[in-house]
């Protein structure tokens, strides 16, 4: 499958349209889970990214969690990691962005294998951060401390890596069911008598 032109998208309205619905239903979900008690780090951005690089097959797609972030964030505010969740975001973003080729079951364990991979390197990663902004505070400076902070952030990956492990194959279905729609579409549009 070759990478869809803006031109291309254009043509196919659908694609983009699941994508901006899927990356609203992700600003909604992070504006209001607190209030609905989900766990924390519970999040719908990982799954965004994946299903607009999937669809779009184009390189904006790699935008979609930092829009979900920016947008929420300009009702919720941020904390002192902000440097290492919105970087943490753009590198999932532009990791989502090998998925856009795979198709059939490779999608699905493109994935699971995604969901894992996204929910530890931002887990790896924004602990680090709150580890290194604590300047010996919360956590001692030394190796000690850094591993004290991982271990204090395993009930916050927890909600994150099962929700991914379930969201995650479910954004590949919608996008397996988006093309089977495209290809039944065309089909049929094919099979019309010409003018």
């Known amino acids: 499958?070759?990478?869809?032109?803006?031109?291309?998208?254009?043509?196919?309205?659908?694609?983009?349209?699941?994508?901006?619905?899927?990356?609203?239903?992700?600003?909604?979900?992070?504006?209001?889970?607190?209030?609905?008690?989900?766990?924390?780090?519970?999040?719908?951005?990982?799954?965004?990214?994946?299903?607009?690089?999937?669809?779009?097959?184009n390189r904006v797609a790699a935008f979609a969690p930092l829009v979900v972030v920016a947008v929420s964030d300009l009702v919720l505010g941020n904390s002192a990691v902000l440097l290492f969740t919105w970087t943490a975001w753009a590198a999932i973003g532009l990791a989502s962005l090998w998925a856009r080729r795979t198709s059939g079951a490779r999608r699905f364990g493109a994935a699971l294998g995604f969901g894992v991979g996204g929910s530890v390197f931002f887990f790896l990663w924004t602990n680090f951060g709150v580890w290194l902004g604590a300047e010996g505070t919360y956590y001692s400076a030394g190796l000690d401390g850094l591993v004290a902070s991982y271990v204090a952030g395993v009930p916050f990956l927890r909600?994150?890596?099962?929700?991914?492990l379930i969201l995650l194959p479910v954004a590949a279905g919608v996008a397996a069911l988006v093309e089977r729609l495209e290809r039944a579409s065309e089909t049929q549009l094919a099979a019309l008598p010409a003018r």
């Open 1 to 57: 499958m070759k990478d869809l032109t803006a031109r291309e998208l254009l043509e196919r309205w659908w694609r983009p349209t699941v994508v901006v619905f899927v990356v609203v239903a992700a600003v909604m979900w992070r504006l209001v889970k607190d209030d609905l008690g989900a766990p924390p780090n519970l999040e719908l951005s990982t799954a965004a990214a994946f299903l607009a690089a999937v669809l779009l097959r």
């Open 159 to 164: 909600p994150m890596l099962v929700g991914n």
